[in-house]
């Protein structure tokens, strides 16, 4: 019998991107897990927890904790969110030493897509077919790891190119985007000419958070740079 893989896509996911939770989807099948999304998840809590507002960051917590109680693992297709749900939700319930445990014991089922793929599905190379050249804007979780260019290896077809300070922010994070737009903006045009200057026709990323400031800045700016999420590439064919 298959193992279980239960889906959390986030809200960025399920708002703005429901296509890379399908190509999530198809990815882990692929790798041999039986795939489920539960319909009442909502959000990991993050936005609330950054904006200092507890009360509320908890109660999304303890959703999340009474949704997925009984996964056997939890695989996220955000370093983000999954820095959320694997290290700050139990802080989140110090004084409460049940909800806590709880919190924690579900924690250590919560994986990143690529790091569940590398060291639980112990798999790098999944069929897929990508012929573009790609470069990677790594997250501010997750800056420089190998593990994404490993499964970009193993793409048949993809040429992959390195660009200058992959792991420069790009102006999206989270609330920071909103709080400080002239500021997020510097950082993403700064981040958008190091991928011009790459080459690369597809820049992919772990965060959908990032790819959509991505995008929207080589639409605005008229360039042809596309944005894909790992998964989307991963899913190809």
């Known amino acids: 019998m298959a193992k279980r893989v239960s889906l959390f896509v986030t809200c960025m996911v399920d708002q703005f991107l429901p296509k890379v939770g399908l190509a999530m989807a198809e990815v882990l099948e692929r790798a041999g897990f039986a795939v489920e999304f539960r319909e009442p998840q909502t959000c990991c809590g993050l936005p609330a927890h950054q904006a200092g507002c507890t009360p509320q ?21 955000s370093p983000t969110c999954a820095a959320m749900l694997g290290r700050d939700l139990p802080r989140l319930f110090a004084d409460d030493p049940s909800a806590q445990a709880n919190a924690q014991t579900l924690s250590a089922r919560v994986w990143e897509f690529s790091r569940f793929l590398l060291e639980v599905a112990q798999i790098d190379s999944l069929g897929a077919r990508f012929p573009h050249r790609v470069t990677l804007s790594d997250t501010c979780p ?18 992959y190119v390195e660009m ?6 790009c102006g999206f994070g989270g609330l920071f985007r909103l709080q400080y737009p002239q500021e997020a903006e510097t950082m993403t045009q ?10 690369a026709t597809h820049v992919v990323g772990l965060e959908v958070g990032c790819l959509l400031q991505l995008r929207g800045a080589f639409e605005r700016g008229q360039h042809a740079v596309q944005t894909v999420h790992l998964a989307e590439v991963l899913a190809s064919r």
């Open 57 to 77: 960051a908890r109660a999304v917590g303890s959703h999340f904790l009474k949704t997925f109680d009984d996964a056997d693992f939890v695989v996220v297709p």
């Open 142 to 159: 997750a800056p420089a790891t190998a593990g994404p260019r490993k499964l970009l290896e193993g793409v048949d077809g993809l040429e």
């Open 164 to 169: 200058t300070g992959p792991s420069e922010c």
């Open 190 to 199: 700064k981040q958008v000419g190091r991928i011009l200057r790459s080459g």
